[in-house]
């Protein structure tokens, strides 16, 4: 895992990711967080998909990105975090909750979101959601990753940032 100076980590997982473009963005976010990337199978594209590589630019060499072939298996990678799922069925308001060296944040795939299995796993409290106007769906998977994502880095005083 990428780890800035303060030895600051985070993990954030894309469970079946369905479009290259989303993940291509979020590969950029990571590269640029620092942030350490993992990719639950079955993806929807190809790694070297040229979508991705587009909407990831040159930062794929500059991400730590993994892929698992079961969330259970990327959970025991690293070694057992506290996990945070994100999904507009989570009742805790993603600004409410301290984020800490080592959590992990997961978001579903783009078409239907994380299976209920998966978000029945994480306790209710670590269940998040992001703020939106009565009547609106949902975000863009990256938007979505990147709202939190900062947030999470921000309170830690974007450590190895300029």
Request: with cysteine.
């Amino acid at each position: 895992m990428q780890r800035d100076a303060g030895g600051f980590v985070f993990n954030l997982i894309l469970f079946e990711p369905e479009i290259p473009p989303n993940t291509g963005n979020v590969i950029r976010l990571c590269a640029n967080t620092g942030i350490g990337l993992h990719l639950i199978e079955p993806l929807g594209f190809d790694l070297d998909d040229k979508r991705l590589r587009r909407a990831g630019l040159d930062y794929r060499e500059y991400a730590s990105v993994a892929v698992h072939p079961g969330l259970e298996e990327c959970l025991q990678d690293l070694g057992s975090p506290r996990l945070f799922a994100l999904s507009t069925r989570g009742g805790t308001r993603y600004d409410r909750v301290q984020y800490r060296s080592g959590d992990a944040l997961i978001l579903g795939p783009e078409t239907r979101g994380l299976p209920a299995a998966v978000l029945q796993s994480v306790p209710p409290g670590q269940r998040l959601r992001i703020p939106m106007r009565e009547g609106s769906r949902s975000l863009n998977l990256s938007n979505a990753a990147a709202v939190v994502a900062f947030e999470a880095w921000r309170q830690s005083g974007f450590a190895g940032g300029l």
